[in-house]
């Protein structure tokens, strides 16, 4: 099997967006929304957002031709290149508005609790750290077959070629933390979230990972 690995592109992120819809669905609860609405669309290009505005570094991986896996990350003081892909965030606004009632409020709970609990678990933190791991995720194509490895290998050249000598990433109880910590990241803070549904209430577990390069 060939895998190229090439730098990201503007033509790659519907199929990104849907990496990480496949990657976070079951940690972020995604099932509970209508998939095929214009406000789930919406809400995944927020969410594909996060990862991009401060990401300076994005390569994907290609297999016969269809990307199956994508790696971003951030070397601090260099350009934020991806900010400019972003679609107008006025069009997302209006299609997250059309969410019914009970929806709008499952994501606004979902986001705000988790900014709220990453900006207590980085605070006093992030400052120390010269870059960051934003994003690693895998089709179910890709799983097994190395490609996370090499999407983390090609993210440790790039944190070499800026000298960066410290990254961290943000993961929760939901992820592959396994993964991560077969390649040398140390879990260094948790904190637990708790998230009030309308279905009712759920808890996750957010960590810190660091890794010195």
Known sequence: ????????????????KALIAEAFGEGWNLGRFDQKADYFQALLEVYQSIFLNSSTFGRVAVVGEKVVGAVLASARGEAEIFRRLQKDIAANTLALLTAPEDARKDMVEHLSISFQTIGQLLENRADTYDGSLELIALSQQAQGLKIGKMLWEEAVGY???????????????????????????????EKEALYSYTAGQKKAKVFVYEYRC
């Open 159 to 189: 944190f070499h070629s800026k000298h960066v000598s410290s990254i961290y990433l943000i993961a929760d109880s939901a992820c592959n933390v396994g993964f991560y910590e077969s390649n040398g990241f140390s879990r260094v803070a």
């Open 1 to 16: 099997m060939d895998v190229i690995i090439r730098d990201l592109e503007e033509k790659d992120l519907p199929t990104l």
